[in-house]
Structure formats: C-alpha cells, structure tokens
C-alpha cells in the first residue's frame, strides 16, 4: 500500500490531454514539493516535474505539473504513442522522515 | 551531462549481505548542492525509498531498513555505495541510484540493476 494514491490505469488518444492524480496528506504532498517521473522500460527513469511545477531542461512543455493542498496532477496534452509507459509521484514525507512514492499509473495511449 | 551506473552481483543468498555500488561519470560526487540515494523496486510493486548519503558521509535511512542499511561515500573513486543485511526473498528488487536535489527530487537515475535473492 503506497502512502502516495495514483489511479493504476489512465488512457487517452493521440492528441488528447490526460491527467494523472496523486492524492496524500499534509505531511507530504500538502507541505513539501511534488515530484513526478515516467518510467520506460529498459532506460533509466526520467524527472519530469520538480518542485511541483517545474519542467527540467529538455522535458517537452506538453508535461505540466500542479498541487493544491494535499493532492496533485500531472497533466500531458499532445498526447503521443511514446507517452505509454508508467508514470510516478513522489514527495519527502516529514512524519515519517522518509521519501514516499504513489504506486504508479499505467498511461495507454490508444 | 552526469550519469550513474549501479553495479554489484545479481543473486544474493539469504542472511547475506547485498552489495551495490553507483559510479558518477561526467560529473564530481564531491558538490555541496546535491544528495546521492538509492531507492527500489520489487517485480509487480512500487518505489521504496531506501536511503541518502552526502558526499561527507552523512547519511539518512528509509526507517523500515534502517537497522539493516549502511551507505558510503567514496569521492577518490566518485562512487557510492550500499549494504543491506540479513537479506530475505522481500528484498528481491531492481536497485536505482539517483542523485537527489534535497527534499525535492531524484533527477538523475541510473538504469538500474535487477537482484534477486535466492538460494
């Protein structure tokens, strides 16, 4: 049971907007900075978002990152075939002096 | 640009100890502005934190693996490492270093490396 909630499954067609959510509490998501990675098989994971919102250098702009309170989204819009793959949430959590994950969403792009 | 490389045997006997190292190329371990930690994955689940060093040796662990965790810093080679303990089929899991930018994210990853333990 992840301490960080994610839906297991989104899905969207080519050029659609998708959302993913990520819902914890105020001793992580709702008092620290939000993280969100893709993971691709056979590669090493990629930082999408940091700080919540913002967008390292050669992430697409079609990936953006909000919080309000104790919840989370990673938008993607443009969506293209190789966005299918798992994507993950992660904030330090302060209670229980740990980083802490959500358990990942599978994004199909149909 | 920097990039990490995990390394360390793939089949660990349980009671040993797993041994993994995470070498840092294009790019010094030895910087003030950033952490070095390890997190994993066990087939089918989710990311566990495992735990972060500085590069002075200063370390902080993942409370649930704390009393079977030890990390080390070696700046003359630009690498760090990891030892669990006592390890049981539950630590089956691909092994990820990152370096983490501090209490914000891990922005670099290595690939990972997959280890399994079984007799």
């Known amino acids: 049971q992840s301490v960080l909630t994610q839906p297991p499954s989104a899905s969207g067609t080519p050029g659609q907007k998708v959302t993913i959510s990520c819902s914890g509490s105020s001793s992580n998501i709702g008092g620290n900075f939000i993280s969100w990675y893709q993971f691709l098989p056979g590669t090493a994971p990629k930082l999408l978002i940091y700080s919540s919102n913002q967008r390292p250098s050669g992430v697409p702009d079609r990936f953006s990152g909000s919080k309000s309170g104790t919840s989370a989204s990673l938008a993607i819009s443009g969506l293209q075939s190789e966005d299918d793959t798992h994507y993950y949430c992660a904030a330090w959590d302060a209670s229980l002096n740990s980083w802490v994950f959500g358990g990942g969403t599978k994004l199909t792009v149909l | 640009h920097l990039q990490l490389q995990e390394s360390g045997p793939g089949l660990v006997k349980p009671s040993e100890t797993l041994s993994l190292t995470c070498s840092v190329s294009n790019g010094s371990i030895n910087t003030w502005s950033y952490y070095w930690g390890w997190i994993r994955q066990p087939p089918g689940k989710g990311l566990e934190w495992i735990g972060t060093i500085y590069y002075s040796g200063s370390a902080h662990y993942n409370p649930s693996l704390k009393s079977r965790v030890t990390m080390s810093v070696d700046t003359s080679k630009n690498q760090f490492s990891l030892k669990l303990t006592s390890v049981t089929a539950a630590d089956t899991a691909v092994y990820y270093c990152?370096?983490?930018?501090?209490?914000?994210?891990?922005?670099?990853w290595g690939q990972g490396t997959m280890v399994t333990v079984s007799s």
């Open positions: 990152a370096r983490e930018m501090y209490m914000d994210a891990f922005d670099i």
